[in-house]
């Protein structure tokens, strides 16, 4: 759960990398496909910024290849952060 600076429960990343304040967010296609549910990603995304995370999405096409653009993904915004070649 990433909370606020006053402890309150903000939104819970399907994965936190909380060093690096990275959230990852597995987006599968039957649940965020409708109207309402972009929505509320939206608004997680910005609340995530808003409280200093990167949000990474990660989607099915990512994890073709045991995951490999998935962790190219993760390892290019941990990169961008510092995170060691």
Same mark, same amino acid.
């Given at each position: 759960?990433?909370?606020d600076e006053?402890?309150?429960?903000?939104? %819970?990343p399907d994965l936190a990398l909380r060093k690096w304040r990275l959230a990852i967010q597995y987006d599968g296609? @039957? &649940?965020h496909s *409708?109207?309402? %549910?972009?929505l509320?990603?939206?608004r997680r995304?910005?609340?995530a910024e808003l409280l200093g995370w990167t @949000? &990474?999405?990660? *989607?099915?096409?990512?994890m073709r290849s045991n995951g490999t653009g998935?962790?190219?993904?993760?390892?290019g915004k941990l990169r961008e952060q510092g995170y060691p070649s």
């Open positions: 759960m990433i909370c006053r402890g309150r429960r903000c939104f %819970r296609a @039957e &649940v *409708t109207a309402e %549910r972009v509320l990603d939206v995304q910005e609340t @949000e &990474v999405r990660i *989607t099915k096409d990512h998935a962790v190219q993904k993760i390892l």
